[in-house]
Nanobody, 123 residues
Framework: VQLQASGGGLVQAGGSLRLSCAAS????????MGWFRQAPGKEREFAAI???????YYRDSVKGRFTISRDNAQNMVYLQMNSLKPEDTAVYYC??????????????????WGQGTQVTVSS
C-alpha cells in the first residue's frame, strides 16, 4: 500500500482543516487506517484510527474535535479537524496496518506510512 497525505496548512486557533490520504493498492479496504502526528522534539503519536469496518478510536486530546473517516470505494481516508489548538501543531502522517498494530502505536512496527503533511495552528 502506498499512501499520499495532503491538506495541511496554517490556520488560526479555533479553525478547521481537513486532511486527506490517498491509498493505492487493491487491498486498501482490508487495512485499518490511522492518522499520527509528530511535533518537534516529540515522539510520533496516534491521533485517530479507523478499522476496516469503520470503528473509530481517538486519543483523548482530540475527542470531540477530530473525525476520521474512510471511503473504501475511492481508497481515501480523511481527518476532519475542528476547533484546532496550537498544541495540535505537528506533521501529520497517515498509516496503514492492522487495527491492533495501529492501536499499539509503535511507529517502528507500522508497515505503511504516507509522507506527512504539516499542520500549524497559530494562537
Amino acid at each position: 500500500v502506498q499512501l499520499q497525505a495532503s491538506g495541511g496548512g496554517l490556520v488560526q486557533a479555533g479553525g478547521s482543516l481537513r486532511l486527506s490520504c490517498a491509498a493505492s493498492g487493491r487491498t486498501f479496504s482490508g487495512y485499518a487506517m490511522g492518522w499520527f502526528r509528530q511535533a518537534p522534539g516529540k515522539e510520533r503519536e496516534f491521533a485517530a484510527i479507523i478499522s476496516s469496518s469503520g470503528n473509530t478510536y481517538y486519543r483523548d486530546s482530540v475527542k470531540g474535535r477530530f473525525t476520521i473517516s474512510r471511503d473504501n470505494a475511492q481508497n481515501m481516508v480523511y481527518l476532519q479537524m475542528n476547533s484546532l489548538k496550537p498544541e495540535d501543531t505537528a506533521v501529520y502522517y497517515c498509516a496503514a496496518d492492522s487495527y491492533a498494530t495501529l492501536i499499539m502505536g509503535r511507529a517502528s512496527r507500522i508497515a505503511y506510512w504516507g509522507q506527512g503533511t504539516q499542520v500549524t495552528v497559530s494562537s
